[in-house]
């Protein structure tokens, strides 16, 4: 039985694996040989310059500050604003509270493309396309449904007492949740770090849509127009994707269970 | 929301002002041979990818819950594709699908089978695009995970002891109480599907071609709005995509009365 399933889950991992080894194997081969039948699983030769010359083709350094700039603006808006509408949901009383919370969780299901062309307009007017402020400002309205939910939850488990004796210190709403709640919920905090920087580091119809200047592309745009340029240099092409793909898995092995801590969370929705 | 419906009933392509034509882009939209083109590859797309997700996801989640060696690097090596960035792994499937020196056609010349055109002949792009979806259910693996630790070792336990099989105690301990956390992970997966874009904007490089077998419907949505700007129309078909997933989910949630069970009454899924 055991020898069995270790078999069928050795085989279904390699399946699943196999692809990102393929592309770091073709990322090594030199010119050309990856059009060769039979193909060379692994190469004869290795050529770590290919990724030199991925990196020498396109200004990868300015996409890449321009993605984390996008990043770091975006989480930092997640993280403030994510804090204070939780806090609010989880230790404030007021008339209507559980409706709106419920309705704020409800916009999880809302698909994300019918307010796109409304948001597209709004950004328009306020002249702001072709800037970074389309993909940094809507996290510091809240912080997104998923970051508001996960810090409530999150808060809820944190004991009541604690925020009575800081009260009972002098500290108001603002107090307790910079000295009290927040230093108590750094897990949370990291995962919604982690999350974000997987969200925007991925995303790509947001910048499509927005970023039309060469100089203002990140990452993922960046290798999208990689591929138009350089569609017959398979080996440069995973090299780039295998540049970009990179950071995710040190992110990923180093931060595991914030991962699997954030889907739990969400998943177990309601229970 | 209403700024939407309202954009939906102009006629309005940004250079000029827009101008009120009542519903007249709803009377278009189902004149328009393309929208019900965009809704059978997308309907296919979902019909087909959402069950085979769940179940592989299931299946895996169950095994992998079991205590064996190595089970936190199965968990790892199986959640990994969901983090992979979404260009950078279509660009690697349009490498490996390739039909002239893709690594799947190596192989099927290895073994003597004819060259399968898999992104280029319009008889399989939706196969191909539905096994690239089974590599990344990573999401829906770890919220299964979550669900099957939630199942109390006390009844699998009252189980064996009134002789229950594995595949009994499965059955009819373990597949009631996850009920909530599937029709969680189906509801997701259907909105999900209904959305899918990236991965055919970069392998298509936005046409939906060949033939317009891989136009799913916000490939199509995204096409009238920022390359044709006919902010109008595509407002319309935004609403339409709506209220087709809100459809969708509302017969989910009526259905789910027969099927989902709730050990506490009053339980929100």
């Known amino acids: 039985m055991n020898v069995g399933l270790h078999a069928v889950l050795i085989i279904g991992a390699a399946v699943n694996v196999a692809p990102l080894l393929w592309m770091l194997s073709t990322a090594l081969q030199p010119s050309g040989s990856a059009l060769t039948f039979p193909p060379q699983i692994i190469p004869q030769s290795f050529h770590w310059d290919n990724f030199g010359r991925a990196l020498a083709a396109a200004p990868l350094g300015l996409y890449l500050l321009n993605t984390l700039t996008i990043f770091v603006g975006a989480v930092l808006g997640a993280l403030v604003t994510g804090s204070l509408a939780a806090y609010a949901f989880a230790r404030i009383r007021f008339p209507g509270r559980d409706a709106l919370f419920v309705l704020v969780i409800a916009t999880i299901m809302l698909p994300a493309v019918v307010t796109l062309i409304p948001q597209f307009i709004e950004f328009r007017t306020l002249h702001w396309v072709d800037t970074f402020l389309p993909l940094i400002v809507p996290t510091w309205l809240g912080g997104g449904a998923f970051n508001i939910f996960l810090l409530r939850q999150f808060f809820m488990t944190i004991p009541y007492e604690l925020d009575e004796a800081a009260r009972l210190d002098g500290a108001g709403h603002l107090q307790i949740l910079w000295r009290v709640l927040l230093p108590l919920s750094k897990p949370a905090l990291a995962t919604i770090v982690v999350f974000s920087f997987v969200l925007h580091w991925n995303d790509f119809l947001g910048p499509l849509i927005y970023i039309s200047s060469a100089n203002k592309q990140t990452l993922a745009l960046g290798l999208y127009s990689f591929v138009g340029e350089y569609a017959t240099h398979w080996n440069l092409l995973m090299a780039a994707s295998f540049l970009m793909v990179l950071p995710v898995l040190v992110i990923f092995f180093a931060a595991q269970r914030y991962f699997v801590r954030g889907l739990q969370f969400t998943g177990m929705g309601g229970r | 929301m209403l700024a939407s419906l309202f954009i939906a009933m102009t006629h309005w392509d940004m250079a000029s002002p827009a101008q009120w034509v009542g519903l007249a882009n709803f009377q278009a939209m189902i004149h328009d041979p393309l929208v019900y083109q965009a809704l059978y590859d997308t309907a296919v797309y979902a019909v087909v990818s959402v069950p085979l997700q769940l179940g592989s996801a299931l299946l895996l989640a169950v095994l992998l819950n079991q205590r064996i060696r190595g089970q936190g690097i199965y968990r790892t090596l199986y959640y990994l594709p969901s983090v992979m960035p979404t260009v950078a792994a279509s660009v690697l499937w349009l490498f490996i699908f390739n039909q002239h020196f893709g690594i799947v056609d190596a192989g099927l010349r290895l073994l003597h089978l004819p060259t399968i055109y898999w992104l280029s002949d319009p008889r399989y792009t939706k196969t191909t695009f539905i096994l690239i979806s089974l590599w990344s259910i990573g999401n829906a693996f770890v919220i299964f995970l979550a ?116 050990e506490q009454p009053g339980g929100r899924w």
């Open chain 2, 147 to 262: 669900g099957l630790q939630g199942v109390p070792q006390s009844l699998h336990d009252a189980a064996v002891v009134d002789g229950a099989t594995n595949w009994g105690r499965f059955r009819h301990v373990t597949l009631p109480l996850l009920t909530p956390v599937i029709f969680f992970n189906l509801i997701m997966g259907i909105i999900a599907s209904f959305q899918v874009f990236t991965t055919a904007y970069v392998i298509t490089g936005g046409t939906g071609d060949p033939n317009n077998s891989l136009l799913f419907y916000v490939l199509y949505l995204y096409n009238e709005t920022f390359v044709r700007f006919q902010m109008g129309y595509a407002s319309a078909l935004a609403w339409g995509l709506f209220v087709i997933i809100l459809i969708l989910t509302l017969a989910n949630f009526a259905l789910a009365r027969r099927w989902v069970y709730y």
